[in-house]
């Protein structure tokens, strides 16, 4: 009995033993099987990861070469864009005794018109010529009524350029005369060829040395001589001689001119309004040299006007006075009865 209570005691310890042992293995079974499971999701999360990323850098890519194709091609474009200006750049410049010509031109046949208009142009100047024949710019007659008009503006000058590129002109030099400088302003200011666009206008009234101006003032008529710095500084002493001066003559014989001194318009204003105090007379302005001279109406005015004239020029001018008055009549001897 004993002996059997005992081995059925074993039995059932050899059971528990063997249930016990199986445990770790059920757990490391456990454990293998989720770290599995876990292990091939993120692996999943990650190659869908992955082929996001690699789809992104593809468009990114995409994009980037997309922009490059693009920005060489408007490279491309504004580089044909500047050999076209270039090519199409043409210049003229002349001095007193010659002309240079560079730049381009359409073809031979068009190059020897252009040197027949220089030559009708400028006959007497001697012609230095570097001109390239390159296909294509304007329109030929376009191009060669723009030659002839830019030439044309070149002989009004004393020294100066034309410069040509396409279609737009630039014309800076001093005028032979007075009478070529208002031509050529006229001609600036259009109407132009077709298709032709004026830059740039730097052109300059010949230089007047000495730079004189006179006022003559009649019983009936002012006279007006000499030069101006610019139109509009004409017709402001148009406009003050019409203010100051009662007469029913008005003769404007000014020409603009480059080379007046400093501080002229102020001088030539304080002359003027000196003049309109005498019944008649004269101002000079040479340089900065102002004179005066004529007839006061008694010697108190010829004095005020000397002192006036002093009195308002410019410190860097200066002057001389010539005024004479009338002298005052005896009363009449009435006759005795």
Known sequence: ??????????????????????????????????????????????????????????????????AADENAQAQGKARAEDKQREAY????????????????????????TLLGMVKAHFPDL?????????EGGPPREQWLGAMSFSLKQLSHLKHGA????????????VAKSAEDYVEI??????????????????????????????ADLGANALSLAGS??????????????????ARPGFDDRLQVASGAPENWGEAVMAALRALSRLERGKIAMSGLAVSIE??????????????QLRRDLPKIFSTSESIKWKEARPPTAWPQT
């Open 126 to 134: 001697a012609v230095e010529e570097k001109l390239k024949v390159v």
């Open 1 to 66: 009995m004993g002996q059997a209570k005992q081995a059925k005691r074993q039995r059932a310890a050899n059971r528990g033993g063997r249930i016990f042992a199986l445990r770790p293995m059920l757990v490391l079974g456990l454990v293998v099987t989720l770290f599995a499971g876990g292990a091939y999701a993120a692996h999943g999360a990650f190659c869908v990861d992955a082929a996001q990323l690699s789809a992104a850098a593809d468009n990114a890519r995409l994009v980037q070469r997309a």
């Open 89 to 112: 750049e043409w210049f003229a410049g002349r001095s007193e005794s010659g002309l240079k010509l560079r730049g381009a031109v359409p073809s031979e046949e068009d190059r020897q």
């Open 162 to 173: 034309v410069r040509l590129s396409n279609a737009n002109l630039k014309v800076a030099g």
């Open 185 to 214: 302003k006229k001609a600036l200011a259009g109407p132009l060829p077709a298709g032709l666009t004026i830059r740039g206008d730097d052109v300059r009234p010949p230089i007047a040395d000495p730079f004189v101006f006179t």
């Open 228 to 245: 101006v710095p610019s139109e509009d500084a004409r017709k402001r002493l148009r406009d003050l001689s019409r203010e100051l001066f």
């Open 294 to 307: 004529g007839v006061a109406p008694d010697q108190g005015t010829a004095i005020a006007v000397s002192y």
